[in-house]
């Protein structure tokens, strides 16, 4: 801003002058977030609901677990940029991502991850897999497979 003013009208002015007027004009300084367009908050709601039912009715000698695909996104810093007060402010940079499955089995609380370089019915197969040879062994629980794809 300071910088603009000195080009356009010739006058110097400080940084902390030209942050006052950015503020006066109705603008702040803000972080750009991520937006996570396909999420669906009623289906999301709905899972929700739907688990903690389906945990108050399993029986003690079963486990649920919790199957779902996971992205970890590898952005570089999100830096600031000045917008409008109350304006959501969203990074549309592109960046790599890890991708992996990941299941939680309750009532347990253990966590088991896999990565993997694509979503596919193989990979999954191979997640489920390693969640059986895992279990099997070691318990003789039945198991409720839930896939949330909200």
């Not at 940084?15 to 006066?24: D, K, N, P, S, V």
């Not at 003690?60 to 999100?78: F, H, K, M, N």
């Not at 370089?117 to 897999?129: G, I, V, Y």
Request: proline share 4%.
């Amino acid at each position: 801003m300071a910088a603009f003013v000195y080009e356009r009208f010739g006058k110097r002015i400080s940084i902390r002058t030209a942050i006052r007027y950015l503020h006066r004009l109705g603008f702040e300084l803000k972080r750009a977030r991520k937006k996570f367009k396909k999420a669906d908050p009623e289906k999301q709601k709905r899972f929700a609901k739907d688990l903690q039912e389906l945990e108050k009715n399993r029986s003690p000698r079963s486990v649920t677990v919790y199957v779902d695909e996971g992205q970890i996104w590898c952005d570089a810093s999100l830096g600031r940029i000045w917008s409008p007060i109350g304006a959501e402010v969203e990074s549309t940079s592109p960046s790599k991502k890890i991708l992996f499955y990941t299941a939680v089995v309750r009532p347990m609380g253990k966590v088991i991850t896999m990565m993997t370089d694509w979503f596919n019915r193989e990979k999954t197969a191979d997640f489920l897999d390693k969640l059986r040879i895992f279990y099997q062994p070691r318990f003789s629980y039945q198991a409720i497979l839930i896939q949330y794809q909200a």
